[in-house]
């Protein structure tokens, strides 16, 4: 009972213990360190399941630390949207890890370990934390652990990613900071349920200010999810970044799509006057952009890991269409969309990594290379995760862009949505057949350098399956998993409830 009691801190918890105790065991106990972080992501796992499981209950709970009530104290919020993606990050969390020391690419450096924990924190932090100061702390954990984790394994073109990365989000930090003091000026709280409160009361003197705040709050969000014309880091960095930890970045620009479905119908919902619904004009156009630029990228690409990049842009820009509509409906399609868009790009770099290594001097490439070590199971890999991303039928990726289809039809702006996602989805089969073809069934010219089998058993495919295996329960649970999504959406839908359940208070 006193688990259940605080298992909504537990999954900030676990990783904040695992993280120093693997730093302090990496340097002359490996298997140990590596044991332990294992075990930690294990323990995450089962924390986060648990959690799901109590959300069943449609209540909406509250964990006050140090026994301070809202607003005046941190508080950390469990419902079925913040459950459902504590539950998102730990299987991709479990997936990437069981990677990473299969190949042994956590060996390249000394601490892969402890920054990965301190990322899952970060994360599950953004997801439970019920306060915008307290969004803007969890965000700085995950973007400081972000960026020891892109330079991890060195190199030249890594670094020059990186400077431009921090760059990015230090800019994207300072927007946050003047936003949150814009923002508590107006109203003398950061606690998200007493601003939806007190928004709702300011007068007509204000509202251009709140307005102003609203903006720069949802253009950090729309940095950190890479929403055009802010998108330009996210390819490089990534396609930079060694795919292990590019997977497990998948789920990061979903992290500002998240901030924005929590806070916009939350703060800025009906209630708030002039910054009602703030993102909406801006944000389908450029969601629409987002995704042709990322289909039109994963067409040009000439890598694996560029491809699998423009891929992450694409699925944000398709998943913020549904989202920039602000319906029940459409969030519920969008949050089906969201699960299965971070799995399949997450496949994507693991399947790329494990091609580039079996390639030698080819790396991952998009050219013909001589048959290699295992090159049937890693094409069939490569066509499972291109049907998922790009979204075609069996998969859930169909099934996802279905339920975005049929939600935004008869609503404003549908023929735009379906104009993109019906031309989008043919420029994507079109990229992915092309480099596929090219990498899994043509043959280098035959005095191209023979290419080494790889040493490493069949054991390097069990991350990208376990991935591909999800994305495959997914669609098989399309029945049960769009439930849970509808419940969700109706629950961030209805802002009141939230408001209540943390202050005992009405809209």
Request: net charge positive; with cysteine.
């Amino acid at each position: 009972m006193i688990l259940l009691d605080h298992l909504s801190i537990t999954p900030i918890v676990i990783p904040a213990v695992i993280a120093p105790v693997t730093m302090l065991l990496m340097r002359r106990h490996k298997t140990a360190a590596v044991a332990v972080s294992l075990a930690g992501c294990a323990a995450m796992l089962v924390a986060a399941i648990a959690a799901f499981a109590i959300a069943q209950d449609d209540v909406i709970r509250s964990y006050m630390l140090g026994g301070w009530p809202a607003p005046f104290g941190i508080v950390l919020i469990l419902d079925r949207l913040a459950a459902m993606m504590l539950v998102l990050v730990a299987v991709l969390a479990m997936s990437v890890l069981v990677h990473a020391i299969i190949t042994g690419a956590d060996q390249r450096g000394w601490h892969l370990h402890p920054l990965f924990h301190f990322q899952l924190m970060g994360l599950n932090g953004a997801f439970l934390t019920g306060d915008l100061f307290n969004l803007f702390v969890f965000f700085e954990v995950l973007l400081i652990a972000s960026y020891g984790l892109m330079l991890h394994g060195q190199g030249a073109l890594r670094l020059k990613a990186g400077v431009a990365y921090v760059v990015v989000n230090i800019v994207g930090s300072a927007l946050f900071l003047i936003a949150l003091g814009l923002l508590y000026g107006l109203t003398s709280t950061l606690n998200m349920a007493d601003l939806a409160v007190k928004v709702a009361l300011l007068g007509p003197a204000d509202q251009g200010l709140l307005r102003i705040a609203g903006l720069l709050l949802m253009t950090v969000f729309g940095l950190k999810a890479a929403v055009v014309p802010i998108h330009l880091w996210l390819p490089r960095t990534y396609a930079a970044t060694m795919p292990v930890v590019a997977a497990l970045f998948a789920i990061m620009t979903k992290v500002g799509v998240y901030a924005m479905i929590r806070t916009v119908p939350l703060i800025f919902g009906a209630q708030a006057g002039a910054a009602s619904w703030v993102p909406a004009p801006y944000l389908l156009p450029a969601a629409i952009l987002g995704a042709v630029i990322g289909f039109v990228g994963i067409l040009a690409a000439r890598g694996m890991r560029e491809q699998a990049a423009f891929a992450v842009l694409a699925s944000t820009g398709t998943l913020l269409m549904p989202v920039s509509l602000w319906q029940e409906v459409t969030l519920a399609a969008a949050l089906y969309y969201m699960v299965q868009a971070t799995l399949a790009g997450a496949a994507l770099f693991l399947v790329a990594d494990v091609t580039m290594r079996r390639r030698g001097q080819y790396a991952d490439a998009i050219v013909p290379s001589p048959h290699f070590a295992g090159q049937d199971m890693a094409g069939l890999l490569y066509l499972v995760a291109a049907i998922a991303a790009v979204g075609l039928p069996p998969l859930a990726g169909f099934v996802g862009k279905l339920l975005i289809l049929d939600a935004s039809f008869a609503i404003p702006g549908w023929q735009a949505i379906w104009a993109t996602i019906l031309a989008t989805t043919l420029v994507g089969v079109i990229g992915f057949s092309r480099s596929g073809s090219t990498l899994f069934w043509k043959a280098a010219p035959e005095y191209a350098d023979a290419i080494a089998a790889s040493r490493r058993a069949n054991a390097e495919f069990v991350a990208p399956i376990m991935l591909l295996a999800m994305l495959v329960l997914l669609t098989i649970a399309a029945g049960w998993v769009t439930t849970q999504t509808r419940a969700t959406a109706v629950q961030v839908m209805a802002p009141d409830r939230y408001v209540t359940a943390i202050l005992g208070a009405t809209l």
